[in-house]
């Protein structure tokens, strides 16, 4: 995953890729998108496809940090 994170970093910069922070009238738009991929991050726990564990317990832990987050920012969402 680090990997991962670090080559898509790379491809940014290389692309010149300004980072900009959405505007919040843009955030319903973008939930399903932010859900769906902490519900991709919070199922790898279970499904670990590397290493040893049968669990990836600092997976879960990030997942559930940032859907508290997310339901912070969007608290009226019964989505989240």
Request: glycine residues 2%; contains cysteine.
């Amino acid at each position: 995953m680090q990997r991962r994170i670090t080559r898509a970093k790379k491809k940014i910069m290389g692309a010149e890729i300004a980072y900009k922070v959405p505007d919040v009238e843009d955030a319903p738009a973008r939930l399903a998108s932010v859900l769906r991929t902490l519900y991709l991050i919070f199922n790898e726990v279970y499904a670990s496809r590397s290493g040893n564990a049968l669990t990836r317990v600092d997976l879960s832990d990030e997942a559930i940090r940032l859907v508290r987050i997310t339901a912070k920012l969007m608290p009226e969402e019964c989505e989240v």
